[in-house]
Each structure stands twice: as C-alpha cells, then as structure tokens.
C-alpha cells in the first residue's frame, strides 16, 4: 500500500468519524439527550438552551477536531518534516493552537457556564475556563502531531530496516488491520450515543495494543527467537512495558476526564488486561505461526533449488562434449603405447561416471567418495595434457580424513572451470589445486592461468561447467556456513571456499 493511498484512507476514515458525530447530535436533538447537563444548570438556577449550550458548543468541538486533524496531519507536519518553510509552519501551528484553544474557550462558557459560579467572580472563572481550554488545544496539537511523527517514523522504518518486500507488506496489513479494528469500534461506540470517555479509553488502550503487536512480531519476537527464549522472557518483558505504558496513557486521559487519582486506575483497569490477555497471547500466536509458514516455505525452497539445482548440475556433466573429449584422450592414449595407461583412463572414466549417476542423487556422501571422483577427474585430465610441457598441474589434496559428510559434485565445478578455462597445449599455463580440513572446516583452493578459446571453441561462450550453479547450492545447503571468494584478473582466475562441515 502506497503512502498516498493511506493518506487518502485517512482523510476518509476521519471525515466518516466527523459524520458519525454530527449525525450523532443530530439525533439526539429529537430527544434532547444532553447526557443531564440541564441539570447543572437548574442547580445554579440558570436559563439552559440545548441549542446554544450543548448541540452548538458539541458540534463546533467536532469540527474543530477535525479540522486541526486535516491541517495538521496534512499540511503542517509533513511541511516540517520535509523542513519547507519551517518558521512560517512553525508559525502557523502555534497561531492555529492559540485560535482553537479561544474557540473552545467560547465553547466552554456556553457549555459550562454553571462552572462560573464556583469562582469568586466572573472574570476568574472566565479565565481558568480559557486556560483550560488552551491546554487541551496545545494537548491536541501534541497528540495530532505524534499521530503524524508516528507515521513518518513508521515509514522510515519500513524502508530503511526491513528490506524485505514481503515483510513490508505484511507489516502494512497489520497496521490496517488493527487500525479498521479501531475504527470499527469508535464508529460503533459514536453510533450508540455511548460516553465520549468510554471513546477516548477505546482509543487509547486499542492503539496502545497495536504499537505492542507491531513491535512484538517485527522486533522483539524476532530478537527473542534468535537468543532462544521462551514465552515467560517474552511475557515479562511486554508486561513490563505495558505498566510503564500506563503513565503517559493516564497523562493523555486527564485531558478528557475529571483531574483526578481515578483516572490512572481506571486506564490500568482497562489497559493492563487488554495487553496481558489479548496483545501478549495475540503476538505470540502469530509469530509462532508466521515462523512455522516460513519454516515450510523454506524447506520447500531448499528441496526444490536443491532438485533444480542437482539435475540443472547432472545435465551439465553429461554433455557429448565431454565424452568426447575423454574418448579422445584415450584414443590417443592407445595410440601412443601400451593399452596400461588407457586402461587406467577407462576405470577413472567408468568410476566417475557411476559416481555420478548412483552417489550423485544423495544429499550427503562421505568426503572421501567426493574427493575420490576429484582425484579420478584430475588424472584423466592429467592424461590429456601430460604430453605437453608446458602445463604445469600442482595438487596438494589430503586423503584422511574422518566420516566428514558434504554435498555431492560441490567441490568438482571449481576443478573443471580451471581445466576448461586455464589450459592451453599451446601457451604455458597452470593449475594449483589444494584441500584440506582443519577443526572441522574445509578449505579449498583452486589458482589457473587464463587462456582465451578460440573462436570455433564450442565453449568459448560458455562461463565454466556450473560455477552459478555452485553459488545456489552453497546459499541453499549451507546458509551461514559457507564463505566464497572469486577473483580475476588478466592473467590468473583464484577460487577460495571455506566450508563448514
């Protein structure tokens, strides 16, 4: 969901609430439900008028919530936020605080005028009435402008710290989701003429909710899980959080109820077991959930690249190519003497090629087969080129080892993409090839001289037998156990693997 596209949901979402509440006092004025105020205007022996002291002071507060929510969720905060024209919007928003705290101010004396006379004269009552009002005009501005700061923050971390697309995604559904969870119950509670406090609590302690659900999946149930704990570590420390919560929950509810020590336990009431027996439960469910998906959706993935990846690899091994040059080789080879030599090419040849079509559709062999079919690679190979002098072939591969397990056909590609790309029987050129296990980690080299194929070269396009091939396998089998380095230059191509095994 693009920012725009919430920006819009906002705008209507807060026009629909705005409408609610109009249409609220409009049906109420057939019954003249002022939820008793006339009352204290009867104890002070006072005209009442239910226009001009509760429909019209009511539904002026309204709009005038509703219009500082559009200027300032709008206009003035983003405008800050992207520092255009600060002073002015600074401006703006302190003259725009100061008018809505003299409107409600105005409001107030209609409202409340029964309240002027606890003071010992008009004008006092008058002015702690504008005070008054001033403060939750600046209060308002303050919770309007943390709203927008909220979304902002939220956003920036959307972008900056969970890459991962999906997870965006999810994460803007959740804060849909409980958002329209928060709607749907104000608009109900505005609809059913039910307390203003009863509203403002709702608000509180369900946006309160989200914030923990939110920070629970993404954050703190992530972290948990990689250091292992359990859901006792997890339900304290959101309980701690959640009685922390309550301080400036109760701050924001003074603004709305009657400034009394009631007010904190009267959120406690409402917030501790919302958090407790909703959010905590709640988030660890989904998490546990959501894990267990990505779980599967992983071993998937690993089954099917490893699949795709070993027949994708199988196909490349078995290519006319390749026989014929190995044909070839022990062509020549009988040619030139005794059939000893090609004998021994034939049983390497005939090795390698069970191994390839029995051992290679395991998921784990002993090492020792693995460096058996590298050894019977690198002799028949060696038979192509021992004729020539100027190949140099240096290989330092140790041959003991304990029941180590690995990946069939993982070491093989390095080997052949140096024979096929550093070998000239023209030019000089080498292969430096070495193995070996230390503390339970393998380390393999692979150095060659680079020669150019020539042009009617068949595999002159072609970039080595499975080396991308070999980057998807190590990424699928050994996540976090792995490190590969390749590098290049004009004369010499290096591989270096460390592998955990």
């Known amino acids: 969901m693009k920012r725009k596209d919430v920006r819009k949901m906002e705008f209507w979402m807060a026009t629909v609430v705005f409408i609610a509440v109009a249409f609220a006092l409009l049906v109420d004025t057939n019954n003249r439900d002022d939820n008793g105020m006339h009352n204290y205007f009867l104890k002070q022996k006072i005209s009442y008028s239910y226009f001009f002291n509760f429909f019209v002071p009511k539904f002026i507060y309204s709009l005038l919530v509703y219009a500082m929510f559009l200027l300032l969720n709008f206009v003035l905060i983003p405008s800050l936020i992207n520092k255009k024209r600060e002073l002015l919007n600074y401006s703006l928003g302190g003259a725009l605080t100061l008018i809505c705290g003299l409107i409600l101010g105005v409001c107030r004396t209609y409202s409340h005028t029964y309240e002027l006379m606890d003071y010992d004269s008009v004008q006092r009552g008058y002015n702690s009435m504008f005070f008054s009002t001033l403060t939750q005009a600046v209060l308002l501005t303050i919770v309007i402008s943390a709203y927008t700061c909220t979304q902002y923050l939220i956003g920036y971390l959307l972008k900056n710290k969970i890459e991962n697309q999906m997870l965006q995604k999810q994460m803007k559904m959740d804060l849909a989701f409980g958002i329209g969870f928060w709607f749907i119950g104000l608009f109900l509670l505005i609809t059913s003429r039910s307390h203003f406090q009863l509203s403002v609590l709702w608000t509180l302690v369900v946006l309160s ?293």
């Open 209 to 501: 909710a989200v914030g923990i659900v939110i920070y629970s999946l993404y954050y703190l149930l992530p972290k948990l899980h990689e250091k292992q704990k359990k859901f006792r570590d997890f339900f304290w420390i959101i309980s701690a959080v959640s009685l922390v919560l309550v301080i400036p929950l109760s701050i924001l509810a003074l603004f709305f109820f009657n400034r009394t020590s009631e007010v904190i336990f009267i959120v406690a009431v409402f917030h501790l077991p919302t958090q407790l027996l909703v959010s905590i439960p709640l988030s660890w469910f989904l998490f546990k959930k959501r894990l267990m998906r990505q779980n599967e959706i992983a071993s998937l993935r690993t089954e099917l690249g490893q699949s795709d990846a070993n027949l994708t690899f199988l196909k490349s091994q078995i290519n006319p190519h390749f026989l014929f040059n190995a044909l070839n080789t022990l062509y020549g080879t009988a040619l030139q003497e005794k059939a000893e030599r090609t004998g021994e090419g034939i049983q390497r040849l005939g090795d390698m090629m069970r191994f390839m079509l029995h051992e290679n559709t395991q998921d784990r062999i002993s090492l020792m087969r693995e460096i058996e079919y590298l050894n019977n690679y690198i002799a028949l190979q060696t038979l192509r080129t021992s004729m020539s002098d100027n190949i140099t072939i240096i290989t330092a591969i140790e041959e003991q080892f304990d029941n180590y397990q690995i990946t069939p056909m993982l070491l093989i590609p390095f080997v052949e993409n140096a024979f096929k790309h550093g070998i000239s029987l023209q030019k000089p050129s080498y292969i430096k090839i070495s193995l070996q296990v230390r503390n339970q980690v393998l380390f393999f080299d692979v150095t060659n001289s680079i020669n150019l194929k020539c042009d009617n070269d068949p595999e002159k396009l072609k970039s080595g037998v499975g080396l991308e091939n070999v980057r998807q396998r190590l990424s699928l089998l050994y996540p976090d156990r792995h490190e590969l380095m390749i590098r290049e230059n004009a004369n010499e191509f290096f591989v270096h693997l460390t592998l955990h095994i």
